[in-house]
């Protein structure tokens, strides 16, 4: 073990100061990287939460009902879920859940049941998890096209709410 260690002190003790600066600057700047990608996925933005709060409460107001029991929209987000999850994505199983919708206020309530959940992105970056609602693992695992799939689907319908 002494002798490896040796060999990297070595090598460090052969190079010259200026590197050396640049060499501890560079893994501060790691650090202090890998730091703030952690922080920023720790706490959901509390925006989004308020902004769904504030739909649904609005499109209560207008006399729109749930058209499930809320362990239904608890399904349909874990449906969704798992169509996303892991390797591949189910764009059929996923435009089959927005098809179930009757209303702008059941896509709400789906939203709301899904809530926050863990992303895995396999960026150029490396292995990245951030927390994220429905809208943005939608936008990470869809295209154009298959997202106006559901927007016709659900606007079909009458129902406002588009992604």
Not at 96 to 106: A, E, I, Q, Y
């Amino acid at each position: 073990m002494e002798n490896k260690t040796s060999k990297v002190l070595g090598f460090f003790k052969d190079v010259p100061g200026w590197a050396k600066g640049i060499i501890v600057i560079i893994i501060v700047l790691l650090l202090a990287w890998l730091v703030y990608k952690f922080y920023k996925n720790v706490k959901p933005p509390s925006d989004q939460q308020k902004d769904l709060e504030t739909d649904k409460n609005d499109l209560l107001k207008q006399g729109q009902k749930p058209s499930y029991s809320r362990s239904q929209y608890q399904s349909f987000s874990d449906s969704l879920f798992e169509a996303m999850h892991g390797m591949g994505t189910d764009e059929d199983e996923i435009i089959s859940v927005f098809g179930k919708m009757k209303n702008t206020l059941d896509v709400v309530l789906t939203i709301e049941a899904f809530g926050y959940r863990d992303y895995k992105d396999d960026s150029l970056l490396g292995y990245n998890v951030k927390s994220m609602n429905l809208n943005q693992w939608l936008s990470a695992e869809l295209d154009t096209a298959d997202k106006g799939k559901i927007n016709t689907t659900l606007s079909a319908k009458g129902i406002k709410y588009l992604f």
